[in-house]
């Protein structure tokens, strides 16, 4: 019979084949790619957010994490909705900045392209 018990944080960790952490702000993305129990690749996205109440001595830092977990089947589509999301955002602030009288920022020197395809 299988062995239902909860999962360690050190068994949790030897799950993750590949992580990339994504530092904003008080906020920290990991990009996990772990393997399901049929070998099968699917990533999970945790956003971590630092939390503090209190003051002083008194002060207690917890962090507060949400999890999405993509599989594969859903990758195309996941993009592809990602894509048209990022270009709404840009083409919104375009018409936004260009209907004021302040100049544009310039864009992110990494910034190659408004798209970009990821092909599976």
Do not use: Q
């Not at 790619?33 to 957010?49: A, F, N």
């Not at 004021?100 to 990821?118: G, H, L, M, N, Q």
Request: aromatic share 10%.
């Amino acid at each position: 019979m299988e062995d239902l018990r909860r999962k360690t944080a050190d068994e949790i960790e030897k799950d993750v084949i590949f992580s990339h952490a994504i530092k904003a702000g008080k906020r920290i993305y990991y990009m996990d790619v772990r393997k399901t129990r049929k070998d099968e690749m699917y990533l999970s996205i945790t956003e971590s957010k630092k939390i503090t109440t209190g003051e002083g001595e008194d002060a207690k830092v917890s962090f507060e994490k949400h999890k999405i977990f993509l599989y594969r089947e859903d990758f195309g589509n996941f993009i592809d909705g990602l894509t048209k999301t990022i270009k709404f955002i840009h083409e919104a602030e375009k018409a936004n900045a260009d209907a004021s009288t302040a100049p544009e920022a310039p864009a992110p020197e990494d910034s190659t392209s408004d798209e970009f395809k990821i092909e599976f």
